[in-house]
């Protein structure tokens, strides 16, 4: 009788076992998803507004809502998985800004600045020289595990060598930039602008030494002719950008003159831009994705919402080319 409780005992074990590993391994693959136009429609953790997305590999990926809460994916966002949830921390959104280092660092700001180091299982605010007098984080690049820049309500730009526990205003009252794209570790550059009421135009600054120092492109009329979107770099050299007209520009030569190569989207706003080499690329509207395959001369509407709600927020790709993006009522899409 003894021999056959612990034979019962240990059959039940291993069926505990077998089913956690089936709960905690992903299985799912591209034909569990609704294909519409060569996007798949994953099923998404979170059916409010997604806000940001970005991924480190193939398979690693981090998107979050507006509002504290994060998911992560090891799948190449297959299957997600929330993290600890910031919301009831700070009571605040958090402008959807955090940047990926590896799969245990993750920095997120919004007043706060909040690090994890086990994969966003524990979050921990960092006491910071409180510098910035609380005002909202825009944007943030991390060069390693202390050395970062971090943008405060697009006027003042600040650095950090110990991990966000002291910062220094580098770049003061520089303008109204909000985002940033680093080409190297070297070069980067930081765009925007502002666009309301009777007011619209925009700016690029630009970094060569890894954003210790920063000049502002004054030289080029189109940058300022409207608040820039979005800027996406290839290399060091050719880049776009898209503007609050809906105008695309090309520059081969590090930002310091562009080019007007098109105006003619089909859509009365656009968000967001990503290019997978020098031809492919994509921009998204407020429901549709268009695409390029010439560098932006034409564009195709490549995918159309069909509910009409839909506002598509970001956009991404990983490292083999495939894109992400995410949006309102838990939009994610991914094109392989």
């Known amino acids: 009788m003894k021999h056959r409780s612990l034979l019962m005992l240990f059959i039940i074990a291993c069926f505990a076992c077998d089913k956690g590993d089936d709960e905690d391994s992903c299985t799912k693959t591209s034909n569990d998803f609704i294909n519409v136009s060569g996007w798949l429609k994953l099923e998404s953790p979170d059916l409010g507004f997604l ?42 959104s958090l402008f959807s800004k955090f940047f990926i280092l590896n799969e245990n660092e993750i920095f997120t700001s919004r007043t706060g600045f909040y690090k994890t180091t086990d994969g966003g299982e524990t979050f921990k605010e960092i006491e910071t020289n409180d510098v910035w007098g609380g005002s909202s984080t825009f ?88 608040a820039i979107r979005s800027l996406y770099f290839i290399n060091e050299n050719l880049g776009y950008f898209i503007n609050t007209l809906k105008e695309f520009y090309v520059t081969q030569n590090g930002g310091l003159t562009w080019t007007l190569r098109t105006s003619s989207f089909d859509d009365d706003y656009i968000f ?35 509910d009409a709600s839909t506002i598509l927020n970001a956009i991404t790709k990983t490292p083999n080319g495939s894109i992400f993006v ?10 392989e």
Not at 63 to 72: E, L, P, Q, T, W
Not at 288 to 306: A, L, M, N, R
Request: hydrophobic share 30%.
């Open 326 to 335: 995410v949006g309102k009522n838990g939009t994610l899409l991914k094109k």
């Open 139 to 226: 944007d943030m690049h991390f060069f390693n595990e202390n050395r970062g820049i971090l943008c405060k309500s697009g006027i003042n730009l600040y650095k950090t060598e110990n991990g966000g526990q002291t910062w220094v205003n580098i770049y003061p009252q520089y303008g109204s930039a909000q985002k940033f794209q680093f080409v190297s570790n070297a070069i980067g550059y930081l765009y925007g602008g502002s666009n309301f009421e009777n007011v619209n135009f925009g700016e690029i600054h630009k970094t060569i030494d890894g954003g210790e120092t920063w000049f502002k492109i004054n030289s080029e009329p189109n940058i300022a002719r409207a």
């Open 272 to 306: 967001d831009m990503v290019f997978v080499n020098e031809v492919l690329g994509y921009v998204i509207g407020k429901d549709s994705i268009f695409k390029t395959e010439d560098g932006g001369v034409t564009w195709t509407e490549d995918y159309k919402s069909s």
């Open 51 to 92: 806000s940001d997305v970005s991924f480190l590999n193939d398979d690693f990926g981090l998107i979050s809502n507006s509002y504290g809460r994060f998911y992560k994916t090891n799948s190449g966002g297959f299957c997600w998985e929330e993290l600890k949830e910031l919301e009831d921390e700070f009571g605040g």
